[in-house]
């Protein structure tokens, strides 16, 4: 399995597993790739990243606090981050 990270294209590999571990057609996929590219150039969404990005979508909310819950929740390997495979997961 590949790592999601930093490469442009996803591998014929990981595109496979995605959509047999998704409901998303190889079309959308390369759409959610492509918009998760642009949030994150390095392939990897950070706690920091997350709360930025819930606070476009809920700015009255408590961010902070809902995000690391969130984040916590679907870091799985607990490494800190969550790439684009993660990403997928929360679908």
């Not at 790439?83 to 997928?88: L, V, W, Y």
Request: aromatic share 16%; hydrophobic share 30%; with cysteine.
């Amino acid at each position: 399995m590949g790592c999601f990270g930093s490469k442009d294209k996803l591998s014929k590999e990981d595109m496979d597993f995605l959509k047999s571990h998704t409901r998303y057609d190889e079309a959308t996929i390369k759409d959610w790739y492509k918009g998760f590219k642009q949030d994150c150039p390095n392939g990897r969404l950070t706690p920091a990243k997350f709360v930025d990005m819930y606070k476009t979508f809920f700015p009255s909310g408590n961010a902070e606090e809902f995000c690391d819950h969130v984040f916590r929740t679907f870091d799985m390997d607990k490494n800190g981050y969550i790439d684009f495979k993660h990403n997928e997961d929360l679908t």
